[in-house]
């Protein structure tokens, strides 16, 4: 059978011969030539059409790489388990439901905009009447202020929109008023939970309880079945072909980075003994052990970069009999102030209504003055309480520093008590990092991210008053299985040898995928191609 | 359509050879019909 390739070498060389011997002196011969070549590359033009045809559905077929089956069966088992956070022992509903957040991000107005002030209303909103609560204008009453404002945002809320120009000029103009108008609807929302706070508790759980019925399960093996649910979907992620082929496509990698050259290299490097020399079976549990590597290297790079956290949680330990009652008296206190200012408000309004009667008209400028001083009275009242809220919220972690963690709290344990509770974590890591030019959010929901991720050996084992060596406990563990890796590596390469060892496990995944890796080198090819001809 | 089919059956790295080969030819063709048609003028 004669080969398509040759096939088309043979027509194009023909082609070519005949062309070469049509004569082209004379100008009829000229044309002639012009109209053979002519007809030619239309032909040509219709092969090429046919065989880029061909290419782009390979193509497709290979972008198309579908998912396991068993990654959305997985998916799908822990979406029913729903949020973990929620069965958190280590904090209430405020933070569980995300208030915190919520008022946080209203905390940080100065970097935002009105839309992000409103949004998160909508949410606070949402959150309650999610919960049986309609909260009405008259439980914004922090400031005549947000009165006025949250009478025209519910009435919007209620009809389904809240944006409109109505409500951003009366922003506008509360906010030229008063700048610390957003403060009033922050430091609201937060006594509108406090007052609501037993109302949540209750409904969470219950909610909570039917969980775990319906998994027929306690809150301890509900959270043994999430961690253990997501090992299994990370373990077939990474071999999912799938993954590997987008990691391929958003160009994360290439398919020369993977050559038997290059990988050579590597294992010469990380590893002790000869891989290639290895059988099959043995290297496979070469590779698992660098699997292993890779994860303790990660804990290890969570546990350098944020040694601030463990070290403030180890500092507070150290003083945990000091926090004894404080959260309660600054409770008790808080509680004391905001009844005031709220007993000052509803004051002001009868004032506001007095001074429009004609009975009182002798008391007019008396009622006026007074009138007019409240703002400013009323506010710094405000700043005292936000200041108060911020120290509770400090003082919320010491208490639970001082009731959950003991000699044999590990550091992971550490982290999640910080990472329980969002406005305190944010304002650590936001300290630590007042000089760089860091998104703040963005790390602190990494930390949340890896810290609620399975596989954390060592900083599940490492005690929070320990100072142990850890860069020596890595190197030694892992130079009993033949890998090279020494103390000072850690020290000074860690993120060189993360890439390395990434890249043997990604090697190691590659191969598990049952991918074809000529396609992964054909839809590199083939990319460059199709974008340019669209 | 036979000569579909035989494209379907190809390796990749032939396809590529054969998608080359015929851009090459193309680019050739184009050559000489502006050479010629140069002279032509």
């Known amino acids: ?534 | 359509m036979d000569k579909k089919i035989e494209l379907t059956r190809m390796s990749n790295e032939n396809l590529l050879k054969l998608y080359k080969d015929i851009e090459d030819y193309i680019a050739f063709l184009d050559k000489e019909k502006k050479e010629k048609g140069t002279e032509e003028k």
Request: hydrophobic share 35%.
């Open chain 1, 1 to 534: 059978m004669i080969d398509i390739l040759d096939e088309l070498e043979k027509y194009i060389s023909n082609n070519k011969e005949v062309l070469s011997t049509m004569p082209v002196n004379t100008k009829k011969n000229k044309s002639k030539y012009l109209e053979s070549v002519e007809e030619l590359e239309e032909k040509a033009f219709k092969i090429k059409d046919i065989i880029w045809e061909e290419i782009v559905k390979r193509y497709d077929r290979i972008i198309s790489t579908e998912e396991n089956p068993k990654v959305f069966e997985l998916e799908e088992e822990i979406s029913k388990i729903g949020d973990i956070e929620l069965f958190n022992e280590l904090n209430t509903p405020y933070e569980k439901l995300g208030f915190d957040r919520i008022n946080h991000s209203l905390g940080c107005f100065f970097e935002g905009d009105l839309n992000l002030v409103n949004d998160n209303i909508k949410l606070f909103l949402d959150i309650f009447k999610e919960y049986g609560i309609v909260l009405t204008a008259d439980d914004f009453n922090y400031s005549s202020f947000i009165n006025t404002y949250m009478k025209l945002f519910l009435e919007e809320y209620n009809s389904g929109k809240f944006d409109s120009d109505k409500l951003k000029k009366l922003f506008e103009e509360i906010y030229w008023k008063c700048p610390d108008f957003v403060t009033h609807i922050e430091l609201n929302m937060r006594y509108l939970y406090n007052s609501n706070s037993k109302r949540f508790e209750k409904e969470l759980d219950e909610r909570n309880e039917e969980t775990f019925e319906e998994a027929q399960l306690d809150k301890n093996g509900i959270v043994k079945k999430f961690f253990e649910l997501n090992k299994s979907l990370i373990k077939l992620k990474r071999k999912d072909p799938k993954y590997i082929m987008g990691k391929f496509i958003n160009d994360e990698w290439r398919i020369s980075d993977f050559n038997n050259k290059s990988m050579e290299v590597l294992y010469d490097r990380l590893y002790s003994k000869n891989y290639y020399d290895l059988s099959k079976e043995a290297q496979d549990e070469v590779d698992i052990n660098f699997g292993k590597l890779l994860n303790t290297l990660q804990e290890y790079n969570i546990y350098k970069k944020y040694k601030f956290i463990i070290d403030d949680v180890k500092t507070k330990y150290a003083n945990k009999d000091s926090f004894k009652d404080a959260l309660k008296k600054k409770l008790k206190e808080l509680n004391k102030k905001e009844q005031n200012l709220i007993k000052e408000n509803k004051k002001n309004k009868r004032l506001i209504k007095l001074s429009k009667n004609v009975f009182f008209k002798l008391f007019r400028k008396k009622i006026e003055h007074k009138i007019y001083e409240f703002p400013v009275n009323s506010n710094i009242q405000i700043k005292e309480i936000k200041k108060l809220y911020l120290e509770i919220d400090e003082e919320k972690v010491n208490e639970k520093i001082a009731e959950f963690a003991d000699d044999n709290c590990s550091i992971k344990y550490a982290f999640k008590i910080v990472e329980s509770y969002y406005s305190y974590f944010y304002e650590l890591v936001s300290k630590n990092h007042a000089d760089d030019d860091v998104d703040v959010v963005k790390e602190v929901d990494s930390l949340i991210e890896f810290i609620n991720q399975p596989y954390k050996v060592m900083i599940n084992n490492i005690k929070l008053i320990e100072e142990p060596e850890i860069t020596s406990i890595i190197s030694n563990r892992y130079k009993i299985l033949n890998i090279k890796l020494e103390k000072e590596d850690l020290e000074e390469n860690l993120d060189t040898i993360m890439q390395d060892v990434e890249k043997i496990v990604n090697y190691y995944n590659i191969r598990k995928s049952n991918i074809n890796l000529d396609d992964v080198r054909f839809m590199e090819k083939i990319k460059p191609m199709i974008a340019k001809k669209k």
